[in-house]
DNA sequence: GTCAATATTTTTGTATACAAGAAAGCAATT
DNA sequence: AATTGCTTTCTTGTATACAAAAATATTGAC
């Protein structure tokens, strides 16, 4: 499937904010940006249209589009959003879910644990990303997958942010098996439950991170 | 302040597909729609690209843009992570509900119960839209809201056509009173379980009406 | 008559031109 | 000197023009 150019100036502007290209509040210039992807305004612009529905960018009426750098409260509130998601991922997974699909889990665990024993954390970073999307997709529900995977997508540059925190790669992998356990259980209480535990000590931890990097910076 | 074309645009043709005035999979030609609306195709483009990221469109490059109207799978679909979100809402809600806002339930359910006595279809979906309004505020989580909204909107059409089921709008103000006896109990747990259950039967509700027209048609 | 290859038309995607609104700078008055 | 009103400039929103790709029609061969 061949896509447009708005579409590629899309992605490129989204994880310029989202890697901290801009500052929070920044109006993006149409004219500067058109030259520096050297394509007209009219693709640009279409971006932006994106953006702004994704929530990156605000756009006032006759006034231009600004980015809008989350906050660490609006972070918060993502996080939380997510923990229900993919606790109600993890209940309806637990009655609908393969058994393909448990062996599929448990092998990404396996390679997920081989990576944080050996330190390699992009390879951590790629089997937990499978991990989750596995679970999105035995949901079975097609509208509930895709809603995670765009939050998924929007959390990313935190998740990120958040493995330099050393032991929570451990207890999370932990929080992992805990999840297969009670889905092979077909106990969706218990999936869920672990599930949102798992998701929001995330943002929790993440939200101290933040409060300590700004409290050393002082 | 002040909207532009492309919006009003967006917003009439969400409308028009909303309410069915395009058949599945139907193509949206650009000049043709340009000339109806009488303006040029770029704010229409605008809109379009507005309407895909809601999903009510799907955009193939190259090819153009074409409706794209939920089925009844994808519509239980859409109900069932509504029920999720809605439930998050109110076990939040209920350890952070105002008691000027469980007043303001308590008002809203019951105009909401003299509507349904006097058969005011309309009163009663917008006292309905009220109290949904209020949990979704009352949950604290600003980003929550947003989301509640988005896909409230998007079950709009559904919800509208419910209507017509005599008995449902008894049952679910019952319904209503009960998740507010569990706020005002502060119980999170019942609270989120008795307004998973009041969305979860209105999908289904849905669901077999859907059935039975089709079923009548044959 | 049918299939295939090419030409034509249509339609999307992008660039540019133009119009209208907002911001900024300047001048005049108090 | 400060403020208000005007003018100028800059930016956004919309229209149109152009280019590239897809769909359709046409013609030729078998």
Chains 1, 2 share one sequence.
Do not use: W
């Amino acid at each position: 499937m061949e896509r447009k150019r708005s579409d590629l100036i899309a992605d490129a502007l989204e994880a310029l904010i989202l890697e901290g290209g801009f500052a929070d509040g920044e109006r993006l210039d149409e004219q500067q940006l058109a030259q520096r992807f050297d394509v007209s305004r009219t693709p640009l612009r279409e971006a932006f249209q994106r953006l702004a529905l994704s929530g990156l960018v605000e756009q006032i009426p006759r006034r231009g589009v600004f980015v809008r750098q989350p906050g660490p409260v609006e972070m918060m509130e993502m996080f939380e959003v997510m923990a229900e998601l993919e606790a109600a991922c993890a209940r309806l997974a637990a009655a609908r879910i393969s058994e393909e699909a448990l062996q599929n889990l448990h092998a990404t665990n396996e390679r997920c644990n081989a990576a944080v024993e050996a330190r390699d954390h992009d390879g951590y970073y790629r089997e937990n990303e499978r991990f989750h999307a596995i679970l999105y997709q035995q949901s079975g529900n097609g509208f509930l997958e895709q809603e995670c995977q765009r939050l998924h997508k929007l959390l990313h540059p935190f998740r990120r942010l958040q493995l330099r925190l050393r032991g929570r790669l451990r207890q999370s992998m932990a929080e992992h098996e805990e999840i297969v356990s009670a889905l092979e259980a077909g106990d969706g209480h218990r999936a869920a439950e672990a599930m949102r535990a798992h998701v929001a000590v995330q943002g929790e931890k993440f939200h101290h991170l933040v409060a300590s990097l700004k409290h050393a910076a002082e």
